[in-house]
């Protein structure tokens, strides 16, 4: 196995610097040591290769994703890769496979279009001469009639009015734009930056503003250019302007910008502990959210000075009614985790600036409670619970009800996750593994009703503050509320540490695990 792992790693280090800037390598995921995701410069086609600790003497998984390619090609694509496995690396010859399928059956996967080969190309040049002769002169006729016209308010004059208006939610607007090879798009205004397009790096989201085709609140044009609607100043004529498409809207579309039907509260100070959610449509049962890492920021952006007492403990959480462990069961099912990333894939595709709210694959989890242990010896003792307790908790872990995640939902479109479906026995273990702790002297620390869920982004209070974005537009993701994510058997269970410390497989720090 030390062989294999030694192969695995000098290939993947050869893919990496091949493919630099275009492969992503995921190590030790579930049943896999490596999963390679990588992109061919200049191609719209993605290779997925999974290996298990047995290759190269058994043949990675592979998936591929193409527009260009019907499922049924996919599927005689990945036939034609196959590769004898004889403990040599495969990898490399199952691309070269895969680029001779593409030629072999004539499909084009570039990323651009491929231009027309052969013809008459002076004849091409005359007839494109004569369709600008044509567009140049339509433009002109265009002109005339438009001097008769109402002068129309230009696409920079939106911009700023969306970017200065502060009654004007800036990520619940659209752009429509022409690209060049792919005609028109839609992205969201927040996902692109409106600088100077000389000054921005090529990173950067940027569009010139002739391109600009129309603008959108929520799903309605508020601004057209080809058909001179213009319904956020009213300048073509319709007297209409965007607070009263809002006040429509809003007057048609009741509670849509509340969550829960508006019951809840946020604190003054923006930290996701303040924010109370309303369970089973209206309950009172007060849900506090916390994403169980703890964020140092947090205390310095509350006014909390970092003062230590005697022992070296921070004075400030040796009082502080707040949980700094929690008990979860990870996350290892690949099938979720692969999910989990096409769900944070597509949601960055449209706003990349919450690549860091995502969370790790390493760091999937459920959690069961939360808790607080503010000593080494308290610390220590849960430990040591936790290790009489594993026959027990063994024997009712539901190991043969499987936990099934289902469905996105959100806390306030600040954080995002899958849906859980628990089962009663999930919710009877957890009730039993708190009344194991409470008579143990272990205070549990989250006071509220457990609500199974599995976190997929949440937006952070620095990416927050730096963008002026502090929540999730739910159209990133309303297309995927019914997504199946997969199942996953409650087999392990972990004691985590809420710090920014990791071990060396990327989970959370953890002084306690139990596998059933």
Known sequence: MAGNTKVQEIEVSAIKAEFDGTCRIIKDLGEFTHVLTLQPSGKDIIYKFQMTGKYPNAKPNVIIRCPALTEGQIEEMVKCMDTEADGTPMIQTMLTKAEQYLSANNINSSSKPKSGSGGNHENNGRKNKEKRKKR????????????????????????????????????????????????IQEKYFTSFSWE??????????????????????????????????????????????????????????????????????????????????????????????????????????????????????????????????????????????????????????????????????????????????????????????????????????????????????????RALYAKIEG???????????????????IEIRDNHEFVPHMTIIKVTRPVGNSTGQKYIPPWLYSHKTDVDFGQQVLDNIYLCKMTHERREDGFYVTPACLTF
């Open 196 to 413: 100077d397009i000389a000054s921005v790096d090529y990173s950067v989201l940027a569009v010139p503003k002739h391109r600009i085709e129309y603008f959108k609140y929520k799903d309605i044009k508020v601004w057209d250019k080809p058909r001179r609607i213009d319904n956020v100043f009213g300048s073509t004529g319709s007297k209409t302007t965007i607070y009263d498409v809002i006040a429509n809207y809003e007057k048609n579309n009741p509670g849509s910008t509340k969550q829960d039907n508006g019951n809840y509260e946020d604190s003054d100070d923006d930290s996701d502990d303040g924010i109370s959610v309303t369970i089973d449509g209206g309950a009172s049962n007060s849900q506090m959210y916390n994403d169980d890492e703890d964020d140092d920021d947090d205390d310095q952006a509350a006014g909390f000075d970092k003062e230590l007492c005697d022992d070296g403990y921070d004075k400030y959480w040796r009082n502080k009614e707040r949980p700094n462990y929690f008990l979860a069961v990870r996350i290892t099912d690949p099938d979720v985790a692969q999910t989990t990333e096409g769900i944070q894939d597509t949601i960055l595709e449209h706003e990349p600036r919450f690549e860091s709210c995502c969370m790790p694959l390493h760091c999937l989890h459920m959690t069961l409670c939360t808790i607080g242990l503010d000593t080494p010896e308290q610390v220590e003792h849960c430990v040591s619970v936790l290790n009489r307790l594993k026959p027990e908790l063994a024997s009712m872990a539901p190991k043969n009800i499987p936990i099934i995640l289902k469905g996105i939902s959100h806390f306030f479109n």
């Open 136 to 183: 140049k002169e339509k433009q002109e006729e265009e002109e005339v009639k438009d001097e008769k016209k109402a002068s129309m308010k230009t696409a920079d004059d939106v911009i700023k009015r969306i970017q200065w208006d502060a009654e004007l939610p800036q990520d619940e607007f659209l752009v429509g734009y022409i690209d060049r090879f792919l005609g």
């Open 423 to 441: 089962a009663k026995e999930l919710y009877e273990f957890v009730d039993h593994i708190k009344l194991c702790f409470k008579n143990e002297g």
